[in-house]
């Protein structure tokens, strides 16, 4: 069984930072692309950041500047950090993986977790 599993959400203040995580396992060959997502109460799911196996990376233009992703290829781990946190960054973040597996080539989601930005 495939699975993404992420990590490190919560409540920060106006300014903070988080750092999110989000870790593949299972019996996976390859990841291609890694990207985070986010879904704001009542709004539709956003892109906000995604990662290329080779390291490109391209940001949605309210987080540039604020947000960083990066990713470990020895762990199938990629991560978000988030500085200069804003109110309406409050979101589920959901990070989404395009992995070759045993059952084929098709991108996988995370659960989700919860970002709040509120003082």
């Known amino acids: 069984q495939v699975q993404l599993v992420e990590s490190g959400g919560g409540l920060v203040q106006p300014g903070g930072s988080l750092r999110l995580s989000c870790a593949a396992s299972?019996?996976?060959?390859?990841?291609?692309?890694m990207d985070w997502y986010r879904q704001a109460p009542g709004k539709e799911r956003e892109l906000v950041a995604s990662?290329?196996?080779?390291?490109?990376?391209n940001y949605a233009d309210s987080v540039k500047g604020r947000f960083t992703i990066s990713r470990d290829n020895t762990k199938n781990t990629v991560y978000l950090q988030m500085n200069s946190l804003k109110p309406e960054d409050t979101a589920v973040y959901y990070c989404?993986?395009?992995?070759?597996?045993?059952?084929?080539?098709?991108?996988?989601w995370g659960q989700g977790t919860q970002v709040t930005v509120s003082s």
């Open positions: 990662i290329t196996s080779g390291g490109s990376t």
């Open positions: 299972g019996r996976i060959l390859s990841i291609n692309h």
């Open positions: 989404n993986a395009e992995m070759s597996t045993d059952w084929g080539y098709r991108g996988y």
